[in-house]
């Protein structure tokens, strides 16, 4: 559907890419990152609102790299939704249908569709755009740009203005409007939550580059970098050394604590990682209760620190003993309701095996480096 090759833009001191991806038809992809990443303006590079310095845009087995947007068939969701306050709600619509010149029984068909599927057809007749809800102009702004039947749908940060029940309502009703009518999307964000939601694939872009391409398990879990582990969050984050290689590719860990976790090509002894596992992955050992063999390895007794409330979890800062080492263990609140600690309590967690993640000091980003996605 649409392939992006060696593509490199500016827009005054900043450098987008190199970056090569492509995209199959019906496909979600989400690109995830900070603000200043370069999100929209590789977007705007991708649609030819931009030239780039170097490289290719192809939709279609098509180069359109030098084609004005107006003829890819794509359409365009920008994050302030540009709806025309002079146009009513079925003018502002109909806009992109007319200004393309399409068949007007197709037309009609087709908006009948979007009504129902957006549902709109109670405001279709509104003369006055202004009077709508947020959500209600981004369904407009989002059945306009979905009329024309576009080849690909590019969103950029169309909810980040919403409150976060409309905005859950909305990202819904957009999965469910991939599903039903097959469009191909690229969706930039910086909402983390609304990227492992809608995306099939995740793209995540730190300084202009993708760092990490993959499904959701892979980013969230896997991550490939220390950068896009920070980005997402993870606040575990040991710096450990090969001890042993075991037989079953495991990792024998050392220097500031003890851990045995997931190998990875080429392990060797004395070579230098970045261990880490996310604060919901660790777990609370219940006293008086049996020790699952999945939950043998690397035991630690620890002391609460201090416990941050986050709506429905709750946050242990605990030190493990006999260390400075502190671990984030996050739990829901029916969970820490149970356990009922406070800070000074003592209680036994485990890093579970599974959960934790290494990455090789010398898989850190140089300035160079970029993931070509095949997606």
């Not at 649409?2 to 987008?16: D, E, M, N």
């Not at 760092?211 to 220390?226: C, K, N």
């Not at 090509?265 to 050992?285: D, F, K, N, T, Y």
């Amino acid at each position: 559907m649409i392939r992006v090759k060696q593509l490199i833009a500016q827009r005054g001191s900043f450098t987008l890419g190199p970056i090569d991806i492509d995209l199959g038809n019906s496909s979600y992809l989400t690109i995830l990152g900070p603000s200043g990443a370069g999100k929209t303006l590789f977007l705007e590079t991708c649609m030819g609102l931009l030239s780039p310095q170097k490289g290719q845009v192809w939709l279609d087995g098509q180069e359109v790299t030098q084609i004005a947007p107006e003829h890819r068939l794509i359409s365009y969701l920008p994050q302030d939704l540009a709806l025309f306050p002079h146009l009513s709600v079925r003018d502002n619509i109909l806009f992109g249908a007319k200004r393309r010149q399409l068949d007007r029984t197709q037309v009609e068909k087709r908006l009948n569709e979007l009504l129902e599927l957006l549902e709109l057809r109670e405001v279709i007749d509104r003369k006055d755009v202004s009077t709508l809800s947020g959500g209600e102009k981004q369904r407009v702004a989002l059945a306009r740009a979905l009329l024309p039947e576009p080849r690909l749908l590019f969103l950029d940060e169309p909810f980040s203005a919403l409150d976060a029940t409309i905005k859950r309502q909305l990202q819904v009703k957009l999965r469910e409007v991939n599903q039903q009518l097959g469009v191909t999307v690229l969706h930039v964000t910086h909402d983390q939550e609304e990227a492992f939601m809608l995306g099939e694939k995740i793209a995540v872009m730190i300084h202009g580059k993708f760092r990490q391409v993959g499904d959701r398990d892979d980013i969230y879990y896997r991550p490939a970098t220390l950068d896009v582990a920070r980005f997402l969050r993870n606040q575990n984050i040991f710096d450990l050394t090969v001890e042993a290689v075991l037989p079953d590719g495991t990792l024998q860990l050392g220097n500031r604590i003890n851990l045995t976790g997931p190998g990875y090509a080429g392990a060797e002894r004395g070579h230098r990682l970045a261990a880490g596992i996310r604060s919901e992955e660790v777990m609370v050992i219940r006293p008086n209760k049996p020790i699952g063999p999945e939950l043998q390895d690397n035991l630690f007794q620890a002391t609460v620190e201090d416990i941050l409330v986050f709506g429905g979890t709750h946050t242990l800062c605990v030190k493990l003993s006999g260390s400075n080492i502190t671990v984030d263990v996050e739990l829901p609140n029916c969970a820490m309701r149970d356990l009922g600690y406070d800070i000074g309590d003592d209680l036994q967690i485990c890093l579970r095996k599974r959960s934790l993640w290494t990455i090789p000091m010398s898989c850190e980003p140089s300035t160079k480096e970029n993931v070509h996605a095949d997606l």
